[in-house]
DNA sequence: ACGGTTCCGATGCAAGCGCATCGGAAAAAG
DNA sequence: CTTTTTCCGATGCGCTTGCATCGGAACCGT
């Protein structure tokens, strides 16, 4: 056998030298000769990793959702002792992505959607991390409000919930990178949503 | 005098064929030869409306930020006798660019925030148009509510209710370009949020 | 030690980009 | 009709991009 190497890790190096570039110039600024520099390889090797460009973004993609919804998930399990309704603000927080440390996965995050808007590719990456996270939510706000999820099927308010948090975290993300808002004005928004979701759990239904 | 040319109606001509190039090919996608060709202008001409490439998307920006705003205010005075909630429903699902005909402009405006996360000049043009909805959002919810608001200022619940649902209505708009939601259902979330609104007005008030 | 694989760094290439340039068309004023 | 000023279409330039190519280095089983 020849030359081994592991393919997986340097993809996941040169993901990374993608996020911290699509942070500073976008990801239109994202180059391979850029992304060869600063994931300290050639461009050869990039090539040998990605086929395409496409390929290598799509990758870092997952990557990135990865990441996120893993530190929500081990953000629930470092603290199992509290309600439900607590863990659900974390879990919120988190996926906001407020917190200053997390501000270039921000970008990161925003600059894939938007892309995603015109790529069937990324929308699809995209579409199983929301559903992901909804999952996780609606299970959370319907142990919450003591209904039981069985079998992982929760009453429809409480995916409905669970989608306007989605939906509520990402706005709110996207106006504290713009600076449309600050992050406590975020905090404070989120944490309001959620505090008015337990003083009324079940009424006001009508629509689709 | 010589040659005389309506620039800024041609400026807004140029705005609408970046629109329609961005809607297709995303913002990356948009070229000054492409914008020429779909404007029906030679490329010199492009040029002498925008120095560079930076103003022209700008302009765009604010362009298209002008049909929104100005959309939402026609709707609001094209049914005035109603109450200041239903309203409220009317503008927030106009911004929220569900119907299919709006695609377009949401795909747009998509791009935009994006590109804005890392570009301070179309950030800037971004917060004006957010400022100005948030405004008009808080000027109704106070209204709703019962608390008028004197001097355009707000009682500090319902600026934070108007951010909510600023906000709200962005995450929605994503989704449901990305295609995790389909527009029905943004709307029973959106319209779900707004009834809970009137049914706890003041409650649950704590962090900034 | 050595042959066979796998890897990769350097280089080349065609295409496309934003922008600068400029000669001449177009139009009001005399 | 001539002049003067504004406008713009065409063209060229320098640069960057993603990707293809390939000779040789690195490595492992034998």
Redesign the interface.
């Known amino acids: 056998m020849p030359k081994q190497v592991d393919h997986e890790g340097r993809r996941r190096q040169i993901a990374e030298a993608v996020c911290l570039l699509a942070d500073?110039?976008?990801?239109?600024?994202v180059t391979l000769r850029d992304v060869a520099e600063r994931a300290q390889v050639s461009m050869g090797a990039v090539q040998r990793c990605f086929r395409t460009k496409d390929e290598m973004l799509n990758f870092t993609l997952g990557h990135v959702g990865e990441r996120v919804t893993e530190r929500v998930r081990a953000r629930l399990l470092s603290s199992p002792a509290q309600s439900a309704g607590s863990a659900l603000g974390y879990a919120a927080t988190e996926v906001a992505l407020l917190r200053a440390e997390h501000r270039t996965e921000a970008?990161v995050w925003?600059?894939f959607?938007?892309?995603?808007?015109?790529?069937e590719t990324l929308?699809a990456t995209?579409?199983a991390n929301?559903?992901a996270l909804?999952g996780l939510f609606a299970d959370l706000i319907a142990e919450a409000s003591g209904r039981r999820s069985v079998d992982g099927v929760q009453p429809p308010?409480a995916q409905?919930a669970a989608?306007?948090l989605?939906?509520?975290?990402?706005?709110?993300t996207?106006?504290v990178?713009?600076?449309?808002?600050t992050p406590?004005?975020?905090?404070?928004?989120l944490?309001?949503?959620l505090?008015?979701l337990w003083?009324?759990p079940g009424?006001?239904?009508?629509?689709?």
Request: hydrophobic residues 45%; glycine residues 10%; proline residues 0%.
């Open positions: 500073e110039r976008g990801l239109e600024g970008r925003l600059a959607v938007a892309q995603a808007a015109v790529s929308a995209l579409r929301y559903a909804q308010d409905r989608r306007a989605l939906a509520l975290t990402d706005g709110l996207a106006h990178l713009i600076g449309h808002l406590s004005e975020a905090h404070g928004v944490h309001a949503h505090d008015a003083k009324q009424g006001a239904e009508d629509r689709a």
